[in-house]
């Protein structure tokens, strides 16, 4: 069973104006600690996810591991990590042909019925939200909550990663609740690094 860290940050492209802009942001989270990185892109057309993807992995290298959204072929010819797949996307054990058994593979869940039906494939993590509201998706699912998170935790032995609308002032109470990793899109973008120290400051 992998070990998934404590803070989960995701890349959204849409937060960026620039490709320089996207580096600079994972060069910050890297030196503040971080040792994952997921990179979501839902707007932009292949082409441009993949030099996102290949700048990303040039520049990062072997510091952190690499996890694409969505797309299982641009992560191999990225070279990434491995992949995230939301309950509209691939099939888990279709994107686990692909990436090999060596490849991280997580997937979203919104409620307890997607999490046991994840719980049985192959994926390496779960993935339980929106725990809070969240900016972050155009249509989010309905909020869970920490009494949400409590129930998923009861539903898997698998590393499960809380997600939604999650930052310093909350994060405690979602690891309390039985999350072992807290993704964070939003309360990362300003100042990534100091943002990213005292997260880990938080959830030690």
């Known amino acids: ?4 860290p404590r803070l989960y940050p995701i890349a959204d492209a849409s937060s960026f104006s620039t490709t320089e802009d996207l580096l600079t942001y994972a060069d910050q989270l890297v030196a503040g600690g971080c040792t994952l990185l997921q990179y979501r892109n839902k707007r932009g057309n292949a082409r441009m996810m993949l030099d996102h993807a290949r700048e990303l992995k040039h520049r ?3 510091r952190t591991k690499l996890i694409m959204n969505d797309r299982a072929d641009l992560a191999l010819i990225a070279e990434f990590d491995g992949v995230h797949v939301g309950q ?3 099939l888990p054990e279709s ?3 692909m990436i090999g058994s060596d490849g991280w593979l997580g997937v979203s869940t ?3 019925e997607q999490l046991r039906a994840a719980d049985q494939t192959s994926a390496d993590y779960l993935a339980i939200g929106p725990v809070f509201s969240t900016l972050s998706k155009e249509k989010p ?5 920490l009494d949400g998170v409590r129930r ?3 539903l898997t032995r698998k590393p499960l990663v809380a997600i939604g609308g999650i930052t310093r002032a909350n994060a405690a109470s979602v690891m309390e609740a039985g999350a072992d990793s807290v993704a964070v899109i939003g309360d990362l973008l300003r100042e990534p690094r100091k ?3 005292e997260f880990f400051r938080i959830l030690r």
């Open 1 to 4: 069973m992998i070990s998934v």
């Open 60 to 62: 990062l290298g072997r």
């Open 88 to 90: 509209d996307d691939l």
């Open 95 to 97: 994107v686990r042909r």
């Open 110 to 112: 919104h409620n307890g």
């Open 141 to 145: 699912d309905p909020v869970l909550g």
């Open 152 to 154: 998923a935790r009861q």
């Open 195 to 197: 943002s990213a120290e």
